[in-house]
Structures are given as C-alpha cells and as structure tokens.
C-alpha cells in the first residue's frame, strides 16, 4: 500500500513501510471455493495535518499466491476538515476512490463519498453521528472460454450510524447501530459493540456485528492486536470474520492476517503560519494520538498537565522555539494546561475550547473521539 499525502502549508511527513500475510477462507454457502493466501508489501507516506483541513492520496495493491491467483490495485483520493467547540466537534470527509481487480477476471469500479460526522462528549461518554452516502460505477468482463460476459452497473450506498462510546480506565467500550441501502437493492442493518484496551506497548480491540443483509442475517466479529516491538517497528496481527459489503455486495468470510510497520523518518516543515496546540492523530489503544505544542522560545522547561494525565506534568521536549509532546489520549471530553518552568501555568490565546475551572484558572479543552 502507498499512501501520500499532499503537502501543505504547515504540515508535516512520516514514512512508513509495511508487510502483511493475509489468509481468507472462501464465504459461507460457497461450494468449490479454496482458501486463499495473500502477500502485501506496502509504503505509506503520511501527512500531519497543523490545520482544520488535510489532503491525502492512498493507494494501496497486492497480490495472490500461485493456488489462488488474484490481483488488485486500488486508490482513494479525500479531503478532510474539521471544527470543534468546547464540548463537540463536526467533521467532513470528501473522497473518489477507485478499483482496478486484474485477476482471475477484471472488475473495476469509481465512484465519490461523503461522510458527515458530529460528535458530542458528556464527561467520560461520546455520542457520534455518521452519514455516509457513496456513489459509483463498475464494470465486469469475465472470459468463461466459451465467451466473454461484459457487465456494467452502478454503485450507490446511502445510511449512516449512532454511537456511544464511554471509557472504563485504559478501555473504550463502543455500542453502535447502523443502517445503509447499498448493493442487492436492499438495507442492510445491523449493531455492532467494541471493546478496545490500550497498553503501554499493545492495544487489543475486540468487536462483534450482527448484519441482516437482502440475503439474510449473519454474524461477524474479529480481534485486533497492535504492540510495538522496538522503537519504530510495529507488530500488527488480526483475525476474525468479516460480514457482507454493502458497496459491493461480496459476501463475508473468515480470515487472519499479521504483519509489521516499521517507520523510517518523520519531518515538518518550518509552518508559515502558526501551528495548533493541539492536534489530533490517528486511533491508538482506547484513544487517538495527541500532539501538544507550545511556543515559549524563553521557558526553560515546559510540560503538560491534563486530566489524561491525572493531574501530573508531563515533560515535553524542545523543538527549536517551541515545545512538543505526543501522548495517546481516550476517548472523551478533556481539559489541560501548560506548566512553564515548573509553576507558571500557561493556557495559550489560541488553544481550544478555553474555560474556567471554578478556582480562578483558566484550562483548555478538546474531543476525542473514537
């Protein structure tokens, strides 16, 4: 998989490289089907975005081994952008995406997304609202030898989903109902509940989904383990039992897979602009990661002090004339401030969600969601 990300003012790049062994096993109900085994080798050039709005390209492929022959080759080109307040946050999500399928026939497919989503943090739990409507083609020509079949058809999903999330000490606990009219000319419905524990070096999230699909209802469930194995590599492993796609309508199957990431490099640019306090990254254990920054070219030392933190300051390093540090926050509503030189308290102007605490100090606040 490559995923590049356009740069833009103030933002800046990690490289990642990634290896991944996929086994699946033909669907439910499928007779003379084998199971497959696949091999992925993937580069990922990612974009930290330093404002509202972000631009991204992923394009990801891979291959079957020589039993079951298959090959894909696929991108997704979105836009992100975001505003939150003191205890909410909207954000929207525009994307073409694309798919070539090259083997043992050849599909392939374009279409446009939209994904609204606003949530709500009361204390410790997250009310999040989704929409997603997706519109496409495709196109399938399949050689039987005896003649060649060419079929064309259009690609339409429209529903979205309710969630709660509430976090439990290091765990998130996730009940979600969703609904989308898609592939089949039929809903699909269903509930889903998640379980994820973030360590220190590994997180583990463990979902189950019951699905009523046009075809019927079914189960799914899978676990996911990610650890960190040394500095920047990461160990990642899954297994479980997907249900039906409801863009696509191909039916669910039992499959595992493991691999690693490793991480290169990183670098940011030098901003023309200045750069967010707070800056919310990618899922991480029973949260995202967090990256705080503070400009205080004359401090001496700085740390953060939050709620995730207990209260307790939390060193951050210097980088140039500002003051960085990247923590996995969970899910919820939070507050935090700034402590300069070990007892100046500091609540940047432009940090968000700012408030008063009640004892004549001022903290700053943000979401996370799941």
């Known amino acids: 998989m490559l995923a590049l990300a356009l ?38 050039l990612q974009l930290q975005s330093a404002g509202p709005a972000a631009l991204q390209l992923d394009v990801d492929g891979g291959r ?59 204390g410790d739990v997250v009310l999040t609202a989704q929409g997603d409507v997706r519109r496409g083609s495709f196109r399938m020509d399949v ?11 259009v690609l339409s999903v429209t529903g979205g989903s309710l969630a709660v999330a509430r976090t439990v ?29 973030g360590g220190e070096r590994t997180d583990v999230s463990v979902s189950v989904r019951a699905w009523d699909t046009p075809l019927g209802g079914e189960v799914g469930y899978g676990i996911d383990v990610q650890t960190r194995l040394a500095g920047a590599l990461w160990g990642h492993a899954q297994v479980g039992r997907a249900t039906m796609d409801p863009l696509y309508g191909t039916p669910g199957s039992f499959g595992a897979s493991v691999g690693v990431s490793w991480r290169l490099s990183s670098g940011a640019p030098a901003p023309a602009r200045p750069r967010p306090v707070v800056e919310i990254g990618e899922t991480a254990g029973a949260g995202r990661r967090v990256r705080f920054r503070l ?32 923590l996995v926050v969970p899910v919820g509503y939070h507050h935090f401030g700034f402590l300069i030189d070990g007892r100046t308290w500091l609540v940047p102007s432009d940090a968000p969600g700012i408030e008063r605490d009640g004892w004549g100090r001022e903290n700053a606040s943000f979401i996370v969601e799941k």
């Open 64 to 122: 079957g081994s020589a039993d079951e022959p298959a090959g894909w080759l696929e991108a997704e080109l979105a836009g992100d952008a975001a505003r939150a307040w003191s205890h909410g946050a909207f954000a929207l999500r525009a994307s073409a995406f694309g798919l070539d399928y090259t083997e043992p026939f050849r599909f392939r497919a374009a279409g446009a997304t939209l994904e609204p989503r606003v949530a709500f943090a009361l």
């Open 295 to 326: 400009h205080a070219p004359h401090a001496h030392r700085a740390a953060v002090s939050g709620d995730f933190t207990g209260w307790q300051p939390r060193p951050m390093r210097r980088v140039g004339a500002d003051w960085q540090l990247e």
């Open 169 to 197: 000490g290091p765990a998130v606990i996730e009940l979600a109902g969703e609904g989308r009219h898609g592939a089949l000319n039929g809903w699909f419905r269903g509930g889903t509940a998640t379980l994820t524990i």
């Open 7 to 44: 740069p833009a003012e103030g933002q800046g790049v990690s490289i990642w490289l990634d290896a991944t062994a996929a086994h699946t096993r033909p669907p439910a109900g499928i007779d003379g089907g084998e199971a497959g085994l696949y091999g992925i080798a993937a580069a990922r």
């Open 143 to 153: 050689d039987t030898g005896a003649a060649a079949v060419h079929r064309t058809g």
